[in-house]
């Protein structure tokens, strides 16, 4: 497990949120996904630069945008967030790499994962 992956804890609580429909051939394992999901959105690395780790950055790329069209990635955000109590506070905004012109104040939104998933794009 590298140093950021999720936890046992966090794991068990993200987990039940997940779809579980299999289609097609075997899927690559959810918790190797989301810790490539969330090495690029750390990183701000290209999708392709994800770790074989992690599994095939398709994949990653895939289930971000499909858990985000489904609304899963709202639903993980505040099972999270009651699963800390509070203790969760700030987004530290240096790891989060933003295009130079981003912070014009021209698209507002207060939903989160919305600004996530363009920052991600």
């Not at 090495?39 to 074989?52: H, K, N, S, V």
Request: charged share 25%; with cysteine.
């Amino acid at each position: 497990m590298a140093r950021f992956d999720l936890t046992d804890f966090e794991w068990s609580v993200i987990e039940p949120l997940l779809p579980t429909k299999v289609r097609g051939k075997a899927r690559v394992d959810d918790r190797r996904v989301l810790n490539g999901i969330f090495w690029r959105l750390r990183t701000g690395a290209p999708w392709a630069d994800i770790p074989a780790r992690y599994g095939p950055y398709t994949t990653c790329v895939n289930r971000f945008n499909r858990w985000r069209y489904a609304g899963h990635w709202a639903r993980i955000l505040d099972a999270i967030s009651q699963a800390y109590e509070g203790d969760i506070q700030m987004i530290d905004s240096s790891s989060i790499r933003v295009h130079q012109h981003a912070a014009n104040g021209q698209k507002k939104t207060s939903d989160p994962v919305a600004w996530v998933a363009r920052a991600a794009g």
